[in-house]
């Protein structure tokens, strides 16, 4: 069974940091495209980042190039997101999700995922 747990989310000010965690279970996050996504208050649901089987290549959203980071642990099974420079538009619940296939697909497409955690608040106020 296929469990992804997101831990790490928090309150910061404009301009702060925080790490974002996914713990996995059920199957390897390693050998599966991992992605990140987020959803603001009134707003779709939108691809962050995501980081191919192996971590050979990875996916930003143009709002977060340069200042989020997609990583993952094999030896924990946990995906993480570093976010630096918070601003207050990155405020949204943040979700772990991975696809039924290995591969990316076109990446960053919410709907190409199939496995979802239950999501982890990030506030930032300016």
């Known amino acids: 069974q296929v469990q992804l747990v997101e831990s790490g989310g928090g309150s910061v000010q404009a301009g702060g940091s925080l790490r974002l965690s996914c713990a996995g279970s059920?199957?390897?996050?390693?050998?599966?495209?991992m992605g990140w996504f987020r959803q603001g208050p009134g707003k779709e649901r939108e691809g962050v980042a995501a980081?191919?089987?192996?971590?050979?290549?990875?996916y930003y959203a143009d709002a977060v190039k340069g200042r989020f980071t997609i990583s993952r642990r094999t030896a924990n099974n946990t995906l993480f997101l570093r976010m630096d420079s918070l601003q207050p538009e990155d405020t949204a619940m943040y979700y772990c999700?991975?696809?039924?296939?290995?591969?990316?697909?076109?990446?960053?497409?919410?709907?190409?995922?199939?496995?979802w955690g239950q999501g982890t608040q990030v506030t930032v106020s300016s």
């Open positions: 980081i191919s089987p192996g971590g050979v290549r990875t």
């Open positions: 999700a991975r696809r039924r296939e290995t591969n990316c697909g076109s990446g960053l497409q919410p709907s190409e995922y199939f496995y």
């Open positions: 059920g199957y390897l996050i390693s050998t599966y495209c």
